[in-house]
């Protein structure tokens, strides 16, 4: 019963990545016959290519800045709509919708919003008496946190995850806990995050994985904005750079060590992060 699907995995999953495997250590071209070239992809890469390091500083600042703002926005917004007020259900809703639309749609929609001249938020800046507000889209230091903005917008799904969590908190805890003279913040801290540590680590895990592998918004804010990893190289993203040198320069030696190198990456932090989570997630919540 299960053929069908161990057969897609080998046909679509596991065999291209073998394949892949295989390419990382040629100097395939997409057009002529492989040659065999050992680990001099990946030496260049880590010794040479101008812009391997700069690709990997990128996504990590833009890593490291949209998971903790989005885990941040998608707890603060999860916790409020917890609460019993009117219209939850309908916030609730609204506040997951951004999630629903396609990451290239999001993109170009953000690549509008921000534009230097005729976007709609320097458009409001100039309105609240700002003279000159930031080019975003044009200049290489407002690029990059353009696209953490844009990624903090799409935290509906994580909210979510933190509402199943808050719901599963026992209630009779937080109402004894009120009546001992606790008030919100150590309730919060005494008996809200110790349950809600197992769903942080979930969202945490996902969310860098996720920031790790941007490519779809980043894609479409590039060719909607400043150009693919514009200005400047500031939004130059490590997979984007793995597609242009794949797709663009047909070196798809170097691009296949590059993914290799990032499924390494990606299988580090995520060991190091289920490490790490002894010391700060609560036992047996998971």
């Known amino acids: ?18 394949v892949s495997l295989f390419l990382s250590f040629t100097n395939d071209n997409a057009v002529s016959t492989p040659r065999f070239v050992g680990t001099a992809n990946y030496r260049y890469l880590l010794t040479a290519d101008p812009s391997f390091w700069v690709s990997v500083k990128v996504t990590s600042i833009y890593a490291g800045a949209s998971v903790l703002l989005g885990l941040l926005a998608s707890l603060s917004v999860a916790l409020i709509l917890n609460q019993d ?8 809703t609204l506040y997951y919708f951004p999630t629903l639309l396609p990451a290239t749609a999001s993109g170009v929609l953000w690549a509008w919003i921000f ?3 005729d976007g709609v ?20 230091q407002w690029a990059l946190p353009a696209l953490v903005i844009m990624s903090v917008w799409g935290y509906g799904g994580a909210m979510v995850v933190f509402l199943a969590g ?14 001992d003279g606790a008030t919100s913040w150590k309730r919060f801290r005494a008996i809200t ?14 969310s860098l994985i996720s920031a790790i592998k941007a490519f779809d918004q980043v894609f479409a804010f590039g060719t909607s904005g400043p150009g693919v990893g514009g200005p400047a190289r500031a939004t130059l993203f490590y997979v984007l ?13 170097l691009a296949s060590a590059m993914a290799w190198i990032l499924f390494g990456a990606i299988a580090v932090l995520t060991a190091v992060n289920f490490r790490l989570s002894r010391l700060w997630v609560k036992e047996g919540s998971a």
Not at 1 to 18: D, E, K, N, Q, R
Not at 193 to 206: H, Y
């Open 1 to 18: 019963m299960i053929s069908p699907v161990l057969a897609g995995l080998a046909i679509f999953t596991y065999g291209p990545m073998l």
């Open 85 to 92: 007020i009117p219209l939850r259900g309908l916030f609730r």
């Open 115 to 117: 534009h230097p001249h």
């Open 121 to 140: 938020l320097n458009g409001t800046l100039r309105g609240l008496g700002w003279s000159q507000p930031p080019a975003w889209t044009q200049s290489p």
């Open 166 to 179: 808050l719901q599963d908190t026992p209630k009779h805890l937080h109402e004894a806990a009120s009546l």
């Open 193 to 206: 995050w110790p349950d809600l540590t197992p769903i942080v680590f979930f969202n945490l895990t996902m």
């Open 241 to 253: 750079n793995l597609y242009e040198k794949a797709f663009g320069h047909f070196h798809m030696g």
